[in-house]
């Protein structure tokens, strides 16, 4: 049996797996601000996910920076008091005995999902963005996750200079204080997943477009996949941000894709990378 934990900032989901390939079982609750309280959550669905089946291998997502060669958190927003921390600190009490554990950034197991079995599978170079509570990102080069690629955070890069700060990060003018879901209702005074107004969506669309081109003239990516809850929204986002896109003349402009997998890009994802160590 293998399990994959996705850890989001609003939503929680552990999943398992008998050949690491499809999602056996799977349990949803929200995040607990308490690293306890979570803990504790993670290990109840655990339990209910494997039938108490032993477990060979574990994949955790998280919201974060993490140190593969220490094998440490390098910094984890969500949970400061993990880093610098082992990650058997986030396991403890339930994963000791598992022979193969897997730590790393949520939205890279999602992006590393969409590109082997997801939007992104015809492609060798994938670009994924999850535009949800937070913004995260990472590349995929040739169905791998490049191992040296440490700091994969293109929802902190500055596009508007000294705009608006994002809770998160503390930063002011991030992509991810404009185009994330809690700065969607903060600018337009609406949930995204009920604004159907083509003005909001079209001004929202310029700042998404920002984000990306900065992107692809860094990762040059042949597609990128927009994944989230606000990816829910892709007919409203679509035309604008192409139109967006096109107005940047010196690189060739992707395909962008909605994911294919939706919430369940990152435990496929953790199955995925799993199934290379087995």
């Not at 593969?68 to 994963?95: D, H, M, W």
Request: glycine share 10%.
């Amino acid at each position: 049996m293998y399990v994959s934990i996705d850890v989001g900032k609003t939503n929680t989901r552990v999943s398992s797996s008998r050949d690491s390939k499809n999602i056996f079982k799977k349990e949803k609750f929200l995040t607990s601000q308490s690293l306890e309280e979570e803990k504790k959550l993670i290990k109840d669905a655990v339990y209910k996910v494997t039938d108490l089946e032993q477990i060979q291998a574990i994949s955790v997502g998280l919201p974060g920076i993490i140190d593969r060669i220490s094998n440490t958190f390098y910094k984890v927003n969500t949970y400061p008091e993990l880093n610098g921390l082992p990650f058997q600190a986030f396991l403890q009490g339930f994963a000791e005995k598992i022979p193969k554990i897997i730590v790393e950034n949520d939205a890279l197991l999602a992006a590393f999902g969409e590109a082997v079995g997801g939007s992104g599978k015809e492609f060798d170079i994938v670009a994924y963005l999850t535009l949800s509570t937070g913004v995260g990102g990472a590349r995929i080069s040739f169905k791998e996750i490049d191992q040296s690629y440490y700091f994969s955070e293109p929802g902190h890069q500055i596009i508007v200079q000294d705009g608006r700060e994002d809770p998160f990060c503390g930063q002011k003018g991030c992509l991810q204080s404009y185009v994330s879901g809690p700065a969607f209702e903060e600018i337009y005074k609406m949930k995204p997943e009920e604004c159907k107004d083509g003005n909001i969506w079209s001004d929202y669309s310029k700042h998404l477009a920002s984000g990306l081109i900065n992107i692809i003239s860094m990762w040059t990516p042949e597609v990128i996949v927009l994944g989230g809850g606000i990816s829910q929204k892709f007919d409203y986002i679509y035309s604008d941000l192409m139109d967006n896109l096109r107005k940047e003349k010196l690189f060739p402009i992707p395909e962008i894709r909605k994911s294919a997998l939706g919430d369940d890009a990152g435990l496929l994802g953790g199955f995925i990378y799993i199934s290379r160590f087995i």
